[in-house]
């Protein structure tokens, strides 16, 4: 045998000896190599940074959208929050449990594809999530995406594999903790309902299959009445119900811009089932093929209802969508060891963004003497280093830099700079501010920080403020000087006087 064929065949594994243990320790190890460059990031996505600080405000002794404020369910803080509390802080800790997060979901992944087929099919799903769930795009940091897929995958496993009652009010839990991460998981509920439920009626058995369902209900209906019940017993349900239920319906009137912006992906994924249907290279006369065909249907149904799609909310799909694309493969090919090289080149290819950031961490160390980078760290180091009162300073951009200072946003709707922008949530968590323009002037002009920070080249905010984002840099054109660039990082500081 040539080389490349041994190389090749020392990669593929012997699947009749691949033990659970064995493929989760695989699955750790490619997703802390793909991502570990991007532990000593400041951040990767600014939802992650806001997530830390809610978690950090709740540790503080504030529940979630009393001192701070943000959109999503409080289980992603919760979860930031535990890490914190264990590790302290620490963008390692956070970075490597979510580097495992992903090993897990791609472990589901493996066991859905081992049981609804094959170990072949299940272990090159789960080896295909784990790259899909890390790369392109702003995937490398800890998304809420992520922790939803934590717990709906082993709920949809349990729901593939299991018919019992009791496994029924476990998968309800689990679902209820991912419906407490990200709520348009509803949808992929609502997607498991039918199924059961039809099941039950195709099998002239409707109570079984309808007493499974309230059964599942209980449990994700335990789960909101557990995170709902802090509120209740410290006299702010209100707050909740405003801030978990209310405001994220409102967001989602807002958000809905076209559906022909999610047209396409509804249009590829609906031919390709039928194809498949067809071809029959999926047998949906299997009972965990509908039930993940239904499953992706609500996901992307809840893409349809807010009329947008992106990397983050795709992380949703993939591990469903692999498990079928799996399958569908393993039918409509014939899988020879010709195709290996193929497979191996891709491998090794794909993660070309963690081998830029490798590279970028050696520079930043040999520049900086520390493989933690960005502007988020450097300007903290700037602000201590020239004793600038860190509870005086107004982060428009690189706001990390709020919890590496301990200090906290002026307001609620600055927590994540994008918020001040989103006026049809101000009711939501009680802004006295009605406007944008409001806050603005009030931030600016009531609470004048002595520092603000900006991204050089870079609108304030998102394109289309363009009233605010003229307000914001007339404001510091008359009122600060631009004391230092750190990177993209621009440093104000307010005119005595002004």
């Known amino acids: 045998m040539n080389m490349p064929g041994k190389v090749i065949t020392s990669l593929t594994p012997n699947y009749e000896k691949l033990t659970d243990r064995k493929v989760f320790l695989w699955l750790a190890l490619i997703s802390i190599l793909i991502r570990l460059p991007f532990f000593f990031?400041?951040?990767?996505?600014?939802?992650?940074?806001?997530?830390?600080?809610?978690?950090?405000?709740?540790i503080d002794g504030y529940l979630p959208y009393t001192q701070l404020w943000d959109l999503k369910p409080p289980l992603v803080y919760l979860f930031f929050a535990a890490i914190i509390y264990v590790f302290g802080k620490s963008f390692i800790a956070i970075r490597l449990i979510g580097a495992l997060a992903v090993a897990a979901i791609a472990f589901f992944t493996f066991k859905i594809g081992k049981e609804v087929k094959s170990t072949v099919v299940g272990y090159w799903a789960a080896i295909s999530c784990v790259y899909l769930l890390s790369l392109f795009g702003s995937l490398q940091g800890v998304m809420s995406e992520h922790l939803s897929m934590l717990f709906f995958m082993p709920a949809l496993y349990i729901l593939i594999k299991f018919n019992q009652k009791k496994w029924f009010l476990i998968a309800g839990i689990l679902l209820g903790i991912s419906l407490m991460m990200k709520l348009n998981l509803a949808y992929a509920v609502l997607g498991i309902a039918i199924f059961?439920?039809?099941?039950?009626?195709?099998?002239?058995?409707?109570?079984?299959?309808?007493?499974?369902?309230?059964?599942?209900?209980?449990?994700?209906?335990?789960?909101?009445?557990?995170?709902?019940?802090?509120?209740?017993?410290?006299?702010?349900?209100?707050?909740?119900?405003?801030?978990?239920?209310?405001?994220?319906?409102?967001?989602?009137?807002?958000?809905?811009?076209?559906i022909l912006k999610v047209l396409p992906l509804?249009?590829?994924?609906?031919?390709?089932?039928?194809?498949?249907?067809?071809?029959?290279?999926?047998?949906?006369?299997?009972?965990?093929?509908?039930?993940?065909?239904?499953v992706i249907a609500g996901v992307v149904f809840s893409f349809f209802k807010s009329g947008k799609v992106n990397g983050h909310y795709l992380m949703q799909l993939?591990?469903?969508?692999?498990?079928?694309?799996?399958?569908?493969?393993?039918?409509?090919?014939?899988?020879?060891?010709?195709?290996?090289?193929?497979?191996?080149?891709?491998?090794?290819?794909?993660?070309?963004?963690s081998y830029i950031e490798y590279y970028a961490i050696v520079k930043n160390k040999e520049a900086y003497g520390t493989y933690f980078n960005g502007e988020g760290i450097r300007v903290p180091e700037y602000i201590l280093a020239n004793d600038l009162d860190p509870e005086e300073i107004l982060f428009f951009e690189y706001h990390i830099g709020y919890w590496l200072l301990d200090a906290s946003p002026p307001s609620k709707a600055a927590t994540h700079p994008s918020n001040i922008c989103r006026t049809d949530l101000f009711p939501y968590f009680s802004n006295p501010r009605k406007?944008?323009?409001?806050?603005?002037?009030?931030?600016?002009?009531?609470?004048?920080?002595?520092?603000?920070?900006?991204r050089s080249s870079k609108y304030v905010f998102d394109k289309e403020y363009v009233e605010e984002d003229a307000y914001v840099r007339d404001y510091l054109s008359d009122h600060y000087k631009l004391e230092e660039i750190i990177g993209r990082a621009e440093i104000f500081s307010r005119l005595k006087g002004h």
């Open 41 to 58: 990031r400041d951040y990767v996505d600014r939802d992650e940074s806001t997530f830390i600080l809610m978690a950090q405000s709740w």
């Open 318 to 353: 993939y591990p469903m969508l692999l498990v079928l694309i799996g399958l569908a493969l393993t039918n409509a090919l014939v899988a020879k060891v010709k195709y290996y090289p193929i497979i191996l080149l891709i491998a090794f290819l794909v993660p070309v963004e």
């Open 196 to 258: 059961f439920v039809s099941q039950g009626i195709k099998e002239k058995k409707p109570f079984p299959g309808l007493l499974n369902m309230v059964i599942l209900g209980s449990g994700i209906g335990l789960i909101i009445v557990l995170t709902a019940l802090p509120y209740a017993l410290d006299g702010s349900l209100q707050i909740w119900i405003d801030s978990v239920i209310l405001a994220p319906l409102a967001y989602a009137k807002t958000l809905q811009t076209s």
């Open 266 to 294: 509804g249009i590829l994924l609906l031919a390709a089932g039928i194809l498949s249907w067809k071809k029959k290279w999926l047998n949906f006369k299997d009972p965990s093929i509908p039930l993940l065909v239904l």
């Open 435 to 454: 406007t944008s323009m409001a806050e603005l002037e009030y931030l600016m002009d009531r609470v004048q920080p002595k520092t603000v920070v900006t």
